[in-house]
T-cell receptor, first 112, second 110 residues
Framework: GAGVSQSPSNKVTEKGKDVELRCDPI?????LYWYRQSLGQGLEFLIY????????KSGLPSDRFSAERTGGSVSTLTIQRTQQEDSAVYLC??????????FGPGTRLTVL | GEDVEQSLFLSVREGDSSVINCTYT??????LYWYKQEPGAGLQLLTY?????DMKQDQRLTVLLNKKDKHLSLRIADTQTGDSAIYFC??????????FGAGTRLAVHP
């Protein structure tokens, strides 16, 4: 079946602009996660959604970052006033059971 | 705090076994994971082990867990060029997130 999809696959933006990254989880998966992978580093947790519960935003690095999940399915990660240090690959994952997360291909964000 | 560490690079000859090591700090982690990332691709879940197990084998993959030393390893038997990738160790930081190491780049040469 279809896996987690993310769009766009690549995004180049200018410093100070806002960007939106999209994630379509696997159908039927109630949990959705966003991670960030900076060059040469492991993945950093950003935010977690589970059903209708309030999201866990403890990993968001600043108030320029926000995310929403509409209808318990698609999620959008928004970065306002982008900075060069925001350049990274943003990965989305979904799970049906909390111990198995399936990842999308990621969005590579480059801030010039 | 929570931390996962791995060596950054491993080079092996095709046909040999590869052993990738990882240490973690959170003794309350319920599950420990190995993910594989090929160039330009997302993370692929390879295998995971429940914290009350010592070993798990799945075809060419063997996971060993030493809970006392908080040490996890992944052995790949008969390593092939298609195994070249970055391998990430991760621990479950509660129900809502995974804590990843920086990844070990495995290079397989003829």
């Amino acid at each position: 079946g279809a896996g987690v999809s993310q769009s766009p696959s690549n995004k180049v933006t200018e410093k100070g602009k806002d960007v939106e990254l999209r994630c379509d989880p696997i159908s039927g998966h109630t949990a959705l996660y966003w991670y960030r992978q900076s060059l040469g580093q492991g993945l950093e947790f950003l935010i977690y959604f589970q059903g209708n519960s309030a999201p866990d935003k403890s990993g968001l690095p600043s108030d320029r970052f926000s995310a929403e999940r509409t209808g318990g399915s698609v999620s959008t990660l928004t970065i306002q006033r982008t900075q060069q240090e925001d350049s990274a690959v943003y990965l989305c994952a979904s799970s049906k059971q909390w111990n198995e997360q399936f990842f999308g291909p990621g969005t590579r964000l480059t801030v010039l | 705090g929570e931390d996962v560490e791995q060596s950054l690079f491993l080079s092996v000859r095709e046909g040999d076994s590869s052993v990738i090591n990882c240490t973690y700090t959170d003794s309350s982690s319920t599950y420990l994971y190995w993910y594989k990332q090929e160039p330009g691709a997302g993370l692929q879940l390879l295998t995971y082990i429940f914290s009350n197990m010592d070993m798990k084998q799945d075809q060419r993959l063997t996971v060993l867990l030493n809970k006392k030393d908080k040490h996890l390893s992944l052995r790949i038997a008969d390593t092939q060029t298609g195994d070249s990738a970055i391998y990430f160790c991760a621990e479950s930081g509660g129900y809502n997130k995974l804590i990843f190491g920086a990844g070990t780049r495995l290079a397989v040469h003829p």
